[in-house]
């Protein structure tokens, strides 16, 4: 079983709807959890981030962490065809020199006009 | 300003070549990493270096040696080039204190032929 496990999608929604990204992962030792945007032909860029268990907004974008269930998600309302990307969830056990991010394997996203 | 550039943005060699791509951070940071992401898309840690030394070497082949010559810069050289070793090739950096933020550069893409 992989440590982090992301359903690659591709995943097509019209535009204005609200999408939901998910992430599981195996190991409780993953502390900070991240959600990386990925365009095509560029490097990741970091969306949001969240320590522990709880939920974070900013803009359109909710992040969701579960830690009870292993479980993180990504919203997304209002969705518009400049979202249109790869997102990858990140996770880390620990912050300092010994900072690595464990990547699920990314869902492409398509937002049709 | 670019945060994280990468040189060449493109390489395609041949079998059996040496060759090197080099990274250059303006932020500040004292962290920097090598990734790869392979053609499924799945990103990976290679090495972390922190103020010019090691401290993160997964699994990789001896042929990939990284060199700090400052906390700026991290460079990849991978010698005996092999067809597996094609891929995307990214750098990181993020500040040891604030340690959940890495910023990637925009990739270089290694076509070994």
């Known amino acids: 079983q992989k440590e982090v496990e992301q359903d690659p999608g591709p995943l097509s929604v019209p535009e204005g709807a609200i999408v939901s990204l998910n992430c599981t992962y195996s190991?409780?030792?993953?502390?900070?959890f991240m959600w990386y945007r990925q365009y095509s032909r560029k490097g990741p860029e970091l969306l949001m981030y969240t320590y522990s268990s709880g939920n974070k907004e900013d803009g359109r974008f909710t992040a969701q962490v579960d830690k009870s269930s292993k479980y993180i998600s990504l919203f997304i309302r209002d969705s518009q065809p400049s979202d249109s990307a790869t997102y990858l969830c990140?996770?880390?056990?620990?912050?300092?020199?010994?900072?690595?991010?464990?990547f699920g394997k990314g869902t492409l996203l398509t937002v049709n006009p | 300003d670019t945060a994280v550039s990468q040189t060449p943005k493109y390489l395609v060699t041949q079998m059996g070549n040496d060759k090197s791509i080099k990274c250059e951070q303006n932020l500040g940071h004292d962290t920097m990493y090598w990734y790869k992401q392979d053609s499924k898309k799945f990103l990976k840690i290679m090495f972390s270096?922190?103020?010019?030394?090691?401290?993160i070497n997964e699994t990789v082949p001896n042929r990939f040696s990284p060199k700090s010559p400052d906390k700026a810069h991290l460079n990849l050289h991978i010698n005996s080039l092999e067809l597996g070793d094609s891929a995307v090739y990214f750098c990181a950096s993020s500040q040891e204190t604030v340690n959940t933020e890495a910023f990637f550069g925009q990739g270089t893409r290694l076509t070994v032929v």
């Open positions: 990140a996770m880390s056990k620990s912050g300092g020199s010994n900072y690595k991010l464990t």
């Open positions: 270096y922190n103020n010019k030394e090691l401290i």
């Open positions: 190991n409780s030792a993953f502390q900070y």
